[in-house]
């Protein structure tokens, strides 16, 4: 869904470094997702009028999407806690303000990991220096990109993981894209939680590499940005782009 300054997508970025935050077990969400007896505590980030961004209380996911997402990672990862900032209503629209302000609570919140299934096609300064912010205390951002074509914000961000979906993969399988792809790594997308075209590959991937990260985490909590990279290229079960007409 990566199309206008004001729509959801999907994006990417490769290199960054930075120390653990204090308590880094919790892993972030920046969608649609609400409040649920499954995850921790959820804030809704709100434009009001002349461009401020309301914090407030997250209501009911009225969009879906966030709610697959979570279903994904808490499949792989069911012990992990899960704390949403929801920055859509009922329509796959927000703007940069809002998820520069939504990974700005997740981090002050102890966040080790933040994923964001969206993307932005403009690039603005507030939700660059968020994320720059993120990352120099050592939270782990993944963000969706399509597999094809220009790379979406904040996925583009030096130190923004970015990640998509792999026909490829199976669901503990990744694949290591390559330089010249959007995307740095794929994931398994083969989800019933693509359904009713809400959530597509590029977002269950992300969703999935999002897990796996949680996971590399919880064996090595001190592990820098570049050192979850370099893992995730390590374990790549498959190498290069996907290639059209691929049967896995």
């Known amino acids: 869904m990566c199309s206008s300054e004001r729509s959801s997508a999907s994006a990417g970025g490769r290199d960054g470094s930075g120390s653990a935050p204090p308590n880094g077990s919790v892993l972030g969400i920046v969608d649609s997702g609400g409040p649920s007896a499954a995850s921790g505590d959820a804030r809704r980030f709100r434009l009001a009028e002349g461009g401020a961004v309301i914090r407030e209380p997250a209501g009911p996911d009225r969009l879906g999407h966030g709610s697959r997402v979570e279903t994904v990672i808490r499949r792989a990862r069911p012990g992990a806690t899960l704390r949403h900032a929801q920055v859509f209503g009922d329509r796959p629209v927000t703007t940069p303000a809002q998820v520069a302000a939504a990974v700005r609570w997740l981090t002050e919140g102890g966040a080790r990991v933040i994923c964001l299934s969206l993307g932005l096609t403009a690039d603005r300064a507030g939700l660059r220096d968020a994320c720059r912010e993120a990352i120099a205390t050592g939270v782990v951002l993944v963000a969706a990109t399509p597999a094809r074509g220009a790379r979406c914000y904040p996925a583009a961000y030096p130190g923004v993981i970015a990640g998509t979906g792999d ?6 399988e990744i694949s290591a894209l390559g330089g010249d792809a959007p995307a740095a790594f794929g994931a398994w997308c083969a989800s019933p939680e693509q359904g009713g075209g809400r959530a597509g590959g590029a977002s269950i991937g992300c969703a999935r590499l999002a897990a796996h990260v949680h996971a590399i985490l919880r064996d090595r ?5 570049a050192e979850v990279v370099a893992i995730l290229e390590a374990t790549a079960a498959y190498r290069g782009r996907e290639r059209r007409g691929h049967a896995p």
Request: charged share 20%; hydrophobic share 35%.
């Open 167 to 172: 026909a490829r993969c199976g669901f503990d």
């Open 221 to 225: 909590p001190g592990a820098s940005v």
